[in-house]
């Protein structure tokens, strides 16, 4: 079924964050593994406002988000719209940096 199509599945409820497909920094390259993202600690905060990663299996307690700013928003923008969302999963903001060598913006939570 297509978007908006009933099909098998229909009406399922999902639990917690979506499956795992954690998107790197650098747009164009092919999506992370788990391990991948746990070794890096750094996800994009456009894939988990796109809920394409799953923190289920993250063995740290600490992580870093990062954005940059886009055409439509700003890096801050979305850096903070991801930190909101994963509050509600268990991580709290522990401190926000920029690079002055690029133009990321970067979270720093921690677990709960």
Not at 69 to 98: C, D, F, I, K, M
Request: net charge positive; glycine share 10%; aromatic share 8%.
């Amino acid at each position: 079924p297509g978007p908006g199509e009933a099909g098998a599945g229909a009406g399922r409820r999902r639990r917690g964050p979506a499956r795992v497909r954690g998107a790197p920094i650098v747009p164009g390259m092919s999506p992370v593994t788990p391990q991948q993202l746990a070794q890096a600690r750094v996800v994009a905060a456009d894939a988990v406002l796109r809920n394409e990663v799953d923190f289920r299996g993250y063995p740290h307690r600490h992580l870093a988000v990062a954005a940059r700013p886009r055409l439509s928003t700003s890096g801050v923008t979305q850096l903070l719209e991801a930190v909101e969302y994963l509050s509600h999963y268990g991580w709290e903001l522990v401190n926000v940096s920029s690079s002055s060598n690029s133009a990321l913006f970067y979270a720093f939570l921690r677990r709960r």
